[in-house]
Nanobody, 125 residues
Framework: QVQLAESGGGLVQAGGSLRLSCAAS????????MGWFRQAPGKEREFVAG????????YHADSVKGRFTISRDNAKNTMYLQMNRLKPEDTAVYYC??????????????????WGQGTQVTVSS
């Protein structure tokens, strides 16, 4: 079992930057594939980015490609999402998630086993 806790959200002006962190408890973090998702009011939860257990493979949604970067530090049991050139449409609650199978980076939230509580990101125009 792993527990996840996001931090780093907040209010930022359009064009600004934020870095989200996802701290994980437990010794098995390094074997899990990880992902960032977001959910805006009235919308489905959507995939933002994912990273393999080693950090060697990453995927980013088209809507954030070139602006957001996912990474992880297994020694610190932490995953990150660097968000640059933020837009008002990036406003959402951002969640980190862990997939204990670890073998593939899924875009479907149903494939993930553990979730954090979420952190709010608000981008003003």
């Amino acid at each position: 079992q792993v527990q996840l806790a996001e931090s780093g959200g907040g209010l930022v002006q359009a064009g600004g930057s934020l870095r989200l962190s996802c701290a994980a408890s437990g010794r098995t973090f390094s074997s899990y594939a990880m992902g960032w998702f977001r959910q805006a009011p009235g919308k489905e939860r959507e995939f933002v980015a994912g990273v393999s257990w080693s950090g060697g493979t990453t995927y980013h949604a088209d809507s954030v490609k070139g602006r957001f970067t996912i990474s992880r530090d297994n020694a610190k049991n932490t995953m990150y999402l660097q968000m640059n050139r933020l837009k008002p449409e990036d406003t959402a609650v951002y969640y980190c998630a862990a997939d204990r199978s670890g073998g593939y980076v899924w875009r479907d939230p149903q494939e993930y086993d553990y979730w954090g509580q979420g952190t709010q990101v608000t981008v003003s125009s």
